[in-house]
């Protein structure tokens, strides 16, 4: 994917570097190091699929659901710039990424733990077995679930900034280096839903590609001559130096990632009550539970083959807003689509007694839904980040706080759709039918 953008003289401000691109590493670390993806992917897969039904399990009522997510976004708006811009002028002897990649890790593994055993620590502390809110494991959740995120934020950003170092300037492997990001966040999410339960796996596979990328992808140390490090007054009004284009690449991420967020925080919630028809804590609830992270891996699945044919799909600078506008287009058929869905396995619940598992057909229709919302996320996982990595290359800007910035047009956004939907939800029945519906107007 090869993106004619022209770098311009602008002035120098918190995103520059001024220094020249390191040179271009081979293929082989370049995917070593993309596969970190895979490991952390594993861990949050697992919370993906189960967050929203786990959650209402200890006892948080589904409207208040979504506002445990809300600490991703929360934690993204912080520390993905503020860590971007450290690992951009870090000096130390190990890198400028790699200490940011191997603390997160360490907090990915204790996040890990504490989210997985939430109701047994909870029990330990004084939680009751019988039904009804679970106060302590509530707690460990919600903090194990905020450590999660500040983990992933501190790994994800510095990751793909060091993708974009390991391209050496290079536009083409940049992009192939963010598809093979793409790619092994499919893998991680694979296994991660194939394997809900397997929380100490996670936390080995991460170890594993961690290691395995740091030890083969070193880094050279820099020395970054900086002056006072902004604080977030003088980061967030640095903003006013991005160019243009810059901010309508940042503009279309928020309107894409607005229609993305509703669905893959209730995805299976959605498939528990709206397609199976059950309440929570049922029996066919936890069917379609189950049934929705069957989806989630098929969806990963074609994630893993279409982020692979992304590169080739946008060989040329004018192929990439066709592509993406095409991927965004088949999204909101998609999100209008789950309305179909759920009137037409709502006829079939009063045939089945309510009690059974909705007709084969919907159940297929509802798979092949997951499947083919496979191709426009491949292309939002790859492309935007491409495009930013390829801005701050020839602008002379940091990677880690280009991209950093770059996730506040995903992290806004998010927390609009954490606060809103489960109220929004909640005012019209609370399904989760209101919210997909209302994010499927979002423009293409």
């Given at each position: 994917?090869?993106?004619?953008?022209?770098?311009?003289k602008?002035?120098?401000?918190s995103?520059?570097?001024?220094?020249?691109?390191?040179?271009?590493?081979?293929?082989?670390?370049?995917?070593?190091?993309?596969?970190?993806?895979?490991?952390?992917?594993?861990?949050?897969?697992?919370?993906?699929?189960?967050?929203?039904?786990?959650?209402?399990?200890?006892g948080?009522?589904?409207?208040?659901?979504?506002?445990?997510?809300?600490?991703g976004?929360?934690?993204?708006l912080?520390?993905?710039?503020?860590?971007?811009?450290?690992?951009?002028?870090?000096?130390?002897?190990?890198?400028?990424?790699?200490?940011?990649?191997?603390?997160?890790?360490?907090?990915?593994?204790?996040?890990?733990?504490?989210?997985?055993?939430?109701?047994?620590?909870?029990?330990?502390?004084?939680?009751?077995?019988?039904?009804?809110?679970?106060?302590?494991?509530?707690?460990?959740?919600?903090?194990?679930?905020?450590?999660?995120?500040v983990?992933?934020?501190?790994?994800?950003?510095?990751c793909?900034?060091?993708?974009?170092?390991?391209?050496?300037?290079?536009?083409?492997?940049?992009?192939?280096?963010?598809?093979?990001?793409?790619?092994?966040?499919?893998?991680?999410?694979?296994?991660?839903?194939?394997?809900?339960?397997?929380?100490?796996?996670?936390?080995?596979?991460?170890?594993?590609?961690?290691?395995?990328?740091?030890?083969?992808?070193?880094?050279?140390?820099?020395?970054?001559?900086?002056?006072?490090?902004?604080?977030?007054?003088?980061?967030?009004c640095?903003?006013?130096?991005?160019?243009?284009?810059?901010?309508?690449?940042?503009?279309?991420?928020?309107?894409?990632?607005?229609?993305?967020?509703?669905?893959?925080?209730?995805?299976?919630?959605?498939?528990?009550?709206?397609?199976y028809?059950?309440?929570?804590?049922?029996?066919?609830?936890?069917?379609?539970?189950?049934?929705?992270?069957?989806?989630?891996?098929?969806?990963?699945?074609?994630?893993?083959?279409?982020?692979?044919g992304?590169?080739?799909?946008?060989?040329?600078?004018?192929?990439?807003?066709?592509?993406?506008?095409?991927?965004?287009?088949?999204?909101?058929?998609?999100?209008?689509?789950?309305?179909?869905?759920?009137?037409?396995?709502?006829?079939?619940?009063?045939?089945?007694?309510?009690?059974?598992?909705?007709?084969?057909?919907?159940?297929?229709?509802?798979?092949?839904?997951?499947?083919?919302?496979?191709?426009?996320?491949?292309?939002?996982?790859?492309?935007?980040?491409?495009?930013?990595?390829?801005?701050?290359?020839?602008?002379?800007?940091?990677?880690?706080?280009?991209?950093?910035?770059?996730?506040?047009a995903?992290?806004?956004?998010?927390?609009?759709?954490?606060?809103?939907?489960?109220?929004?939800?909640?005012?019209?029945?609370g399904?989760?039918?209101?919210?997909?519906?209302?994010?499927?107007?979002?423009?293409?």
């Amino acid at each position: 994917m090869e993106v004619g953008v022209e770098a311009k003289k602008i002035a120098p401000s918190s995103f520059q570097l001024q220094l020249p691109p390191p040179p271009a590493e081979p293929m082989r670390k370049i995917i070593l190091v993309a596969a970190i993806a895979a490991g952390v992917q594993f861990g949050w897969a697992l919370q993906l699929s189960l967050l929203t039904p786990y959650v209402q399990l200890l006892g948080i009522p589904h409207a208040w659901a979504a506002i445990i997510w809300l600490c991703g976004p929360v934690s993204g708006l912080l520390v993905q710039p503020i860590v971007g811009y450290y690992s951009d002028h870090c000096t130390s002897r190990f890198g400028r990424r790699r200490p940011f990649i191997a603390a997160g890790a360490g907090l990915v593994a204790v996040a890990v733990f504490l989210i997985g055993f939430a109701a047994d620590l909870g029990h330990a502390g004084g939680d009751s077995l019988e039904k009804g809110p679970k106060p302590r494991a509530i707690a460990v959740f919600v903090v194990g679930f905020w450590i999660l995120d500040v983990a992933n934020n501190m790994l994800q950003g510095p990751c793909r900034a060091f993708l974009a170092d390991l391209s050496g300037g290079n536009a083409r492997k940049m992009s192939t280096a963010n598809s093979m990001f793409s790619f092994f966040m499919a893998v991680g999410n694979v296994l991660g839903y194939a394997a809900a339960l397997l929380l100490t796996v996670a936390v080995l596979a991460l170890t594993i590609v961690r290691e395995t990328a740091i030890v083969a992808a070193p880094e050279q140390p820099t020395s970054v001559k900086k002056g006072k490090i902004p604080v977030f007054g003088e980061l967030f009004c640095a903003l006013k130096d991005l160019p243009r284009t810059m901010w309508i690449l940042m503009l279309v991420t928020c309107l894409n990632w607005v229609a993305w967020f509703p669905f893959l925080l209730f995805d299976t919630d959605w498939m528990g009550k709206e397609v199976y028809g059950g309440n929570v804590g049922t029996k066919l609830y936890d069917q379609g539970v189950r049934a929705g992270a069957l989806g989630l891996m098929i969806n990963s699945i074609v994630l893993a083959f279409v982020s692979l044919g992304v590169q080739f799909l946008a060989g040329r600078p004018r192929h990439v807003k066709k592509l993406w506008g095409v991927a965004n287009v088949l999204l909101a058929v998609c999100l209008a689509m789950t309305v179909l869905i759920t009137k037409l396995a709502e006829r079939g619940w009063p045939s089945s007694g309510a009690t059974d598992s909705p007709p084969m057909g919907i159940k297929v229709g509802a798979l092949a839904l997951f499947a083919i919302l496979g191709i426009p996320l491949a292309v939002t996982y790859s492309i935007p980040f491409a495009l930013a990595s390829i801005f701050s290359s020839n602008s002379g800007s940091g990677q880690g706080l280009s991209l950093g910035v770059l996730n506040l047009a995903i992290v806004i956004p998010q927390m609009v759709v954490s606060v809103a939907s489960g109220p929004w939800n909640q005012l019209f029945g609370g399904g989760n039918l209101p919210a997909f519906v209302l994010e499927r107007w979002q423009p293409p």
